[in-house]
């Protein structure tokens, strides 16, 4: 007993220093109810929101600006709430992704002198993860019908069929380091391959006990970090076959690597020096690999990832379309990287539309030119406020698909990273068609109606 007191003090001291951790919610002065509560909208519809005080009155002045796409400027007014309530609409011309963007700009408290623009310490609040009274609404428009900005180019397969042929020739001379894992029940090893022009890293999971198992392969999120082992250790231990493939070529232990900070710059003027190249072949190597493993169930092979690992998953299914049985993404990157140039804002991983050979380049790595090219159901998370993942790009992504697909609209969801729980159906969701996969089951896309 004596022993247990210390070990429960120090756990009771963990947990407080964790809450205590947890930053504060960032208060909300306004309230927007859409005119439709599923946020999607037709051509010729009047899309629009009321806005109301949320519980403690705002002392603000607010203005708001509508953009299509987030980059043409339809329509600017300010919020009056004098009458305890105010209306943001418009008329719907075209498929699009409408975004509001409503920002405080001056402070009405007694006693103050209002502020200059451009001085946002004064303000708090706001919805979309940003403590400075910024907020965001989006609605979708006809999102179905929402066209490619940018032709997709014309030897884009061959390219591609070229380097898979070349990657082909390798052996992959998988080298695998047996690793401790606290969850019971699972068998765990790192590993390396040789890919064409890299190798790949990562950890490899499975239940530990005879029988061969369905298979998930995990992709990165952006940015350099060592690998949750413990994850995929849980993956792992619910019966799956899990693969969890870092984005860099570096140990999945290692939390840096010698990998450039600005990796998504690294050769981004040509498709030969790209660094999306050597990660996506890296991301197909894995795959070859998975495709050896006598513990692999021999049908079922599912793509997981968020943002940058979203679009891993989607540039691999389209890839390797034969070998893929399903595809869940939230918030997945990389599509529409050439919006810029066509009236649409671009987000990750925000290649400069000012140079020429930079735009040229991004299409061999844009998720919507892989898309017709996928064969498996795909479920995508949609953050219709979403500035790092714009909801336009993954919605033309997803239409160039040919088979069912499941959009899923998180319609007051930032970034994952910046609005957590509002984006927390899609994970959950995932989880859902994966547990119905495991079980032998088949995922069939719930669609848009």
Known sequence: MTRLVPRVCLLAALIAATLSAQPAPIPQHLVFTPYRASGIYD???????TVT???SPSTYAFR?????NNAVVLKTGTLDLSAGKAAIEIVADEPAMMYVAVEAYEDLSPGTTGRADGDASRFIGGNAGRNTGFYAVGAAVAPTKILMSAPRPADFDAFWERKLTAQARLAINPVLTPMQTDVPGVEMHMFELDALGSKVHGYIARPARQGRFPAVIQLQFAGVYALNDGAIARRAAEGWLVLNVDAHDKLPSDPSGNVPRNYREVGNTDRETSYFLNMYLRDSRALDYLLTRRDWNGK???LIGGSMGGQQSLALAGLRPEKISAVLVCVPAGADTNGDLHGRKAGYPDWRPDDPAVMKTALYFDTVNFASRITAPVLAGIGFIDTISPPAGIWTMLNQIRRPVEALPMIES???NLTPDKGRICPTRTNEILDVVRRGGTFTPKVLE
């Open 64 to 68: 708001w600006t509508i953009r299509r």
């Open 43 to 49: 051509v010729g519809d009047t899309v629009g929101w």
């Open 414 to 416: 930032e970034h994952d």
């Open 300 to 302: 079922t092979i599912v």
């Open 53 to 55: 005080p949320a519980t």
